[in-house]
């Protein structure tokens, strides 16, 4: 028995509510298509359908395997659209949904080399920090900063990088250098939070040693391109992912203090609406984010 074939007889079924539509749309006498469907419910033992003169309904059973059927096809159809899309080139347009300062810094820049290696592909890169909705938005996939907790969303973990206490030269000959967790509470510092005005924790770690240090800032900013500025302007001293300080730390215009203590990784994981697999043109897009340069420790499968 050609279990995909027959899977996709009993979907039209349900969808269609008649074997004659089915035998229709796929080119195939009526008997034939009453002949599958018998064979379906012999191989599973479960009656999958009841026949009325109102048409075709749906068991309990045949609705539970009418919904896992429906999505494997659409896997497989994806899975195929994938290959032909390989082999013509990527064409089309690539909806993107990315972080606005991870985008800024470690994406667009690097941008001309993958268009190049795609000419028939248009990228269109939605650049926000909030949790947007992707199916209405039209998004394929999304890139978000931080462990993903929705569980409507299939979610994997790309790449991972070391998050540092940071500040600038100026800042540290002016103020001095933290020499423990705790001293951080007698520094300026500048936080960044969704919620001003919301203290925040750490955990530090050496070794076994364990510190949890809770600060409040006099500058919280809402958005990490205002927490980059203000530890630029040596504003104070920053707890951020090396992501968002790569340029500067390279240049040493800004120095990470604390170097023996680690705090825990920043993530940066792919977002894709529950039950999709990324397409050939989300695919190549997601191989080219995990091979730019600073992106960081690609986690272990």
């Not at 592909?121 to 039209?138: C, F, H, M, P």
């Not at 790309?158 to 800042?171: G, M, N």
């Not at 090396?242 to 120095?255: D, I, N, Y």
């Amino acid at each position: 028995m050609d279990r995909l074939g027959v899977m996709e007889v009993f979907v039209l079924a349900v969808e269609t509510g008649s074997f004659s539509a089915v035998a229709r749309r796929l080119g195939m006498g009526q008997p034939t298509v009453s002949r599958l469907i018998a064979q379906l419910e012999a191989h599973l033992g479960s009656r999958l359908l009841l026949r009325s003169t109102r048409g075709l309904a749906p068991t309990e059973a045949g609705e539970a395997y009418y919904l896992r059927a429906r999505e494997i096809l659409a896997q497989v159809n994806e899975a195929d659209a994938m290959v032909q899309q390989c082999r013509a080139g990527l064409s089309g347009r690539l909806r993107v949904s990315a972080p606005v300062t991870f985008a800024r810094l470690h994406i667009i820049p690097h941008l001309a080399g993958f268009l190049a290696a795609h000419p028939g592909l248009d990228l269109e890169i939605l650049l926000d920090d909030g949790n947007v909705d992707l199916i209405s938005a039209g998004i394929e996939v999304a890139l978000r900063i931080g462990k993903q907790a929705d569980s409507s969303l299939v979610a994997r973990c790309l790449a991972r990088s070391d998050v540092r206490v940071l500040a600038t030269p100026a800042y540290l000959a002016a103020k001095g250098e933290p020499e423990t967790p705790q001293a951080l509470q007698q520094h300026d510092l500048v936080l960044y939070s969704p919620r001003p005005g919301v203290g925040q924790q750490w955990r530090f770690r050496r070794g076994v040693e364990e510190k949890v240090v809770s600060g409040e800032g006099r500058l919280t900013v809402s958005a990490a391109e205002g927490m980059r500025a203000a530890v630029l302007a040596g504003l104070g001293l920053g707890i951020a992912s090396e992501w968002m300080f790569a340029p500067e730390l390279a240049r040493g215009e800004v120095v990470a203090v604390l170097p023996e203590w680690q705090l825990p990784m920043q993530e940066l994981w792919t977002l894709l609406p529950a039950g999709r697999q990324p397409g050939a043109k989300a695919s190549a897009f997601l191989a080219f984010v995990t091979g730019l340069p600073g992106v960081g420790h690609t986690p272990a499968e």
